[in-house]
């Protein structure tokens, strides 16, 4: 029996790419479903600057555009706009992909690699406000706040390193975080807290964000003293972590209990021809560099397995 | 460059957006907006697609201030559907399944 691909990869971002650069070059007929932008998270990214061998960094479009084309080089097809609303493995053996353009596609395997999203502050006026003050990507939207005082919330990576992105706008830069220190790597840290604008507020939390039509303040309280706090901050940038995007294939792989993907060093999932890799899985890091290997990692293991198929 | 959809700015938003027979989805954006550029080539597809029956426009918020702060717009890429002069559907960043959810937004203004 003959299906459309030989592989379906979930996801076109840089693990999805990097598995479909290898697929393609070992001739494996090739289909990424990317569902929203090429590059997926790190398209947002205003600069990258721990990719080995880019001395000089590189934007997160230059790099998206420069893995879309390289993946689409050795002849792997890439659908931007559409993603998979259904996965499912048939008696067969075979997988068939329920597209979210009503289009059923089968392929001999699938590589998950659908990564992850920002999690939502759960307070009042988070979500009326969103695209209005709030927001999840300085380099989307902060030439939208020229000097006025925002907010950032969160302190690992994300957090730090978009609280850097805005000291080019803001006039004043909130940064709030729930523990008394950032817990991203020590240069970012060190290079955010010698900004003049960025004022660290330490063992503090969203309460609530005020506004109708757009931002016009938020509500801090300091977990120690207890006390309150008004903010009157036009933004908030929320980094406050990251949700895998696990919806999908919930009833076909084990997950762990923050949802992510159990894969073993072939990232093989417990379903025979059904890998993933990248964000999306338990990790010891994400970084670029390592989320790139497992995409690389996924594309070989399919190829051995669809060797061992014949 | 983008062959069906077409840049219009402060100067003839009145004409273009407002005053159009058609339903209008304008895609607000800059060059320093990565994930704008990125989405760029679905809109384009979904401009094709609905030729003739939708005009789909971008709008520099660089180069034009003026309708960008009259829509409240603070982040970009936001899309915003016009159907007579009027906003009748808005989605803020780059939405999930692109291509198809932008393709809705239209049909259901011109069902």
């Known amino acids: 029996m003959s299906t459309d691909y030989d592989v379906i990869i979930v996801g076109g971002g840089p693990t999805g790419l990097a598995a479909a650069v290898y697929t393609g070059r070992s001739l494996l007929r090739t289909l990424v479903l990317e569902k929203q932008v090429p590059g997926g998270q790190i398209a947002l990214s205003a600069a990258i600057d721990n990719y080995p061998g880019f001395a000089d960094g590189i934007t997160g479009y230059d790099f998206a555009e420069a893995f879309l084309k390289h993946a689409k080089r050795f002849g792997a097809e890439v659908l931007v706009g559409t993603g998979a609303n259904s996965i499912i493995r048939n008696d067969d053996g075979f997988f068939t992909v329920g597209l979210s353009d009503g289009r059923d596609l089968t392929a001999k395997s699938v590589i998950l690699a659908m990564g992850r999203h920002p999690r939502k502050l759960e307070v009042p006026g988070y979500e009326k406000l969103f695209g209005r003050g709030v927001s999840v990507c300085a380099t989307c939207d902060g030439a939208f706040f020229r000097d006025v005082p925002v907010a950032v919330v969160g302190g690992g990576n994300s957090a730090v390193e978009e609280g850097h992105f805005l000291t080019r706008y803001a006039s004043e830069i909130f940064s709030i975080h729930r523990r008394d220190h950032f817990t991203a790597q020590k240069i970012l840290i060190e290079e955010y807290l010698h900004q003049p604008k960025v004022k660290p507020v330490w063992n503090s939390v969203v309460e609530a964000i005020h506004g109708e039509k757009e931002v016009e303040g938020i509500r801090i309280r300091d977990l120690k003293s207890d006390q309150v706090q008004e903010f009157p901050v036009k933004a908030v940038f929320v980094l406050i972590g990251w949700i895998p995007n696990s919806e999908l294939v919930r009833e076909l792989v084990d997950l762990d209990d923050q949802g992510r993907v159990l894969v073993n060093e072939l990232m093989e999932t417990k379903v025979p021809g059904l890998f993933a890799a990248g964000d999306l899985c338990v990790r010891p890091i994400y970084q670029l560099a390592n989320v790139v290997a497992d995409g690389v990692q996924a594309a070989v293991s399919v190829e051995k397995y669809l060797e061992g198929k014949k | ?111």
């Open chain 2, 1 to 111: 460059m983008s062959e069906f959809v077409v840049e219009v700015t402060d100067t003839n938003w009145e004409s273009e957006v407002l005053k159009s027979d058609r339903p209008v989805l304008v895609d607000f954006w800059a060059a320093w907006c990565g994930p704008c550029r990125m989405l760029a080539p679905t809109v384009e597809s979904v401009a094709e697609k609905f030729q003739g029956q939708a005009k789909v426009v971008k709008l520099n918020v660089d180069e034009n201030v003026e309708s960008p702060a009259k829509y409240g717009i603070r982040g970009i890429p936001t899309l915003i559907l016009f159907n007579n002069g009027q906003e009748v559907d808005r989605h803020v960043g780059v939405p999930a399944n692109a291509k198809d959810t932008i393709s809705q937004m239209i049909e259901r203004t011109l069902a």
